[in-house]
């Protein structure tokens, strides 16, 4: 399995190109900003990409989807309760004081319990609001397993919880009951700041002892 995280915009958001050894499909997940050297990326790693996905729709986590959608000709999609932050893309920009690309078209809803398939690997969707109104995160199984939990919880910190769709003890508890509850060696691959793993969280995040 391959993820390669790439660091983008101001907002230093984490956009993962995830790839599958065997077959070198691979899945773009959250591609805030810079376009180009996501494609360039992609391309470096002998990777074709078959879609986008978006743990959730703050801009910093869509602003390249129209630009790579154009590049890649492949489709985006993300859980429907999300699509009223891409309907407000040109608000969220004036909000953020930034202008990100275009707003992205959606091609398809993404379901909790969905699988996605990136070549001979699969995911398992976890739908996990509480830092917006339809946040999902996606479970990859193996030794150790991984999950992409876009902004739903950090090394040591959990999502802000004061934007649209936003609430502290619906967050808390899907953190509690999908995320903690994976194997304690999976990999946690945040929106934002460096990898942990779950038994680290657990132990140590003060959100989740606190509460
Ligand atoms: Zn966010
Ligand atoms: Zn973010």
């Keep these: 399995m391959i993820i390669r995280q790439l660091e983008v915009s101001p907002f230093m958001e984490n956009a993962y190109i995830v ?3 065997e077959t070198k499909q691979a899945v773009i997940f959250d591609p805030g900003d810079e376009a180009g050297r996501i494609a360039a990326e992609v391309q470096r790693l002998g ?22 959608k154009e590049m ?21 920009c004036r909000m ?62 959990i999502g ?10 619906t967050l808390i508890a899907n953190i509690k009951n999908k995320i903690l509850t994976l194997p304690e060696d999976t990999q946690v691959y945040s929106g934002h700041g460096p990898m942990t793993t779950v038994g680290r969280e657990m132990k140590t995040n003060p959100f989740l002892l606190m509460y």
């Design 160 to 169: 802000r919880t004061d934007l649209i769709g936003g609430d502290m003890k």
């Design 96 to 157: 953020f004081g930034i202008q990100f690309g275009a707003e992205p078209g959606i091609d398809g809803y993404i379901e909790e319990g969905d699988e996605i398939a990136v070549g001979n690997l699969k995911a398992k969707v976890l739908l996990t609001p509480g830092h917006s109104p339809g946040g999902l995160c996606f479970h990859f199984q193996g030794s150790p397993g991984s999950v992409i939990v876009g902004d739903t919880l950090f090394m040591g910190s």
């Design 47 to 68: 990777l074709t990409v078959s879609e986008i996905i978006a743990t959730h729709a703050h801009i910093d986590h869509i602003g390249a989807v129209h630009a790579l």
């Design 72 to 92: 890649l000709g492949v489709p985006f999609r993300l859980h429907k309760n999300e699509e009223i932050l891409v309907k407000a893309y040109d608000q969220q």
């Design 19 to 21: 790839g599958c050894e």
